[in-house]
């Protein structure tokens, strides 16, 4: 049973980082795309930034690029989220997943399996 667990949330002050880590047991991160979403209070989950597994390509939505990176520790099999200049409006809970396609994707659906969240809250 593949199980990931998110870490590195919390509270943080407009303009600074955080970094989330993303553990995965009972599977591996090596061979799969990688990705994380975050869902505001009232809002649908929302797509974040995602890595390939065949050439570790990356992809992040227009809110994310520029300011997160995306990246995977295949020996520590943990996946992580760099997250500089931090607004307001990133606050939310964020979850990391995993899909089995081939090509990285960006929707909901094409993910198997899910961390718990963990919340990020930036201050103004």
Do not use: H
Not at 2 to 20: F, H, N, P, R
Request: proline residues 2%; contains cysteine; hydrophobic residues 35%.
């Amino acid at each position: 049973q593949v199980q990931l667990v998110e870490s590195g949330g919390g509270l943080v002050q407009a303009g600074g980082s955080l970094t989330l880590s993303c553990a995965c047991s009972g599977g591996t991160v090596r061979r799969y795309v990688m990705g994380w979403f975050r869902q505001a209070p009232g809002k649908e989950r929302e797509f974040v930034a995602a890595l390939s597994w065949t050439d570790d390509s990356t992809v992040y939505s227009d809110s994310a690029k520029g300011r997160f990176t995306i990246s995977r520790d295949n020996v520590k099999n943990m996946v992580y989220l760099r997250m500089n200049s931090l607004k307001p409006e990133d606050t939310a809970v964020y979850y990391c997943a995993r899909s089995a396609s081939i090509v990285v994707r960006t929707t909901v659906a094409e993910y198997s399996y899910w961390g718990q969240g963990t919340q990020v809250t930036v201050s103004s």
